[in-house]
């Protein structure tokens, strides 16, 4: 905390800080899991992923626990970067300032970027890059703080802009492509 100027915090908040940022690591770690399950053995695979949307992939209710079905990534490194607002962040902040109903307009209190070692199909490895902010939103009626993340690769190669369209964009796809009606008719014939 004296590293990153911080002076006034007191002594015994520290370890329920340390425990705080131990457990928002553990819900990034397991987004950054979830994403490389999908794309971790190519586009074709995510697709097939996610074209059933959120709901529909085999571990969305189990996030995290999917560690067996794929050869885990490996985080290579990691960078704190506090001070660089993500160009989503910038957007959403906008969006807030228009939309305040909507969207809350708070940039992130924090952000980090995260390198992945990806194994790839041929043996070999790639570096994934994630950019991973955090939020906190309003405190729970315990008063308990409450935080959100966005997980998310980094759109420095055309593959994780493609990635982003497709997890984010299975849910359109599964509902306008009348998904739902289709289970229905499938589990109803079977």
Excluded at 43 to 58: D, F, N, T, Y
Aim: with cysteine; net charge negative; hydrophobic share 35%.
């Amino acid at each position: 905390m004296l590293r990153k100027g911080y002076t006034d915090t007191p002594q015994d908040a520290v370890e329920s800080m340390v425990a705080v940022h131990n457990f928002l690591n553990e819900g990034a770690w397991a987004e950054v899991v979830e994403w490389e399950r999908r794309f971790g053995q190519g586009i074709a695979r995510g697709w097939r992923e996610c074209s059933k949307g959120e709901e529909g992939s085999l571990a969305s209710a189990n996030l995290g626990s999917n560690t067996e079905e794929v050869t885990q990534p490996r985080l290579l490194r990691f960078m704190g970067r506090p001070n660089d607002v993500t160009p989503k962040a910038s957007m959403l902040q906008v969006l807030g300032w228009l939309y305040p109903e909507k969207y809350g307009g708070e940039l992130p209190f924090d952000r980090h970027d995260w390198f992945v070692q990806r194994p790839t199909s041929d043996n070999s490895t790639r570096e994934i890059r994630y950019v991973i902010d955090y939020y906190s939103g309003p405190p729970e009626p315990s008063g308990e703080p409450v935080f959100y993340l966005d997980v998310r690769p980094a759109i420095d190669r055309p593959g994780a802009a493609a990635e982003r369209l497709m997890r984010w964009g299975g849910d359109i796809w599964w509902r306008a492509s009348g998904g739902f009606a289709r289970e229905r008719a499938l589990q109803q014939t079977e």
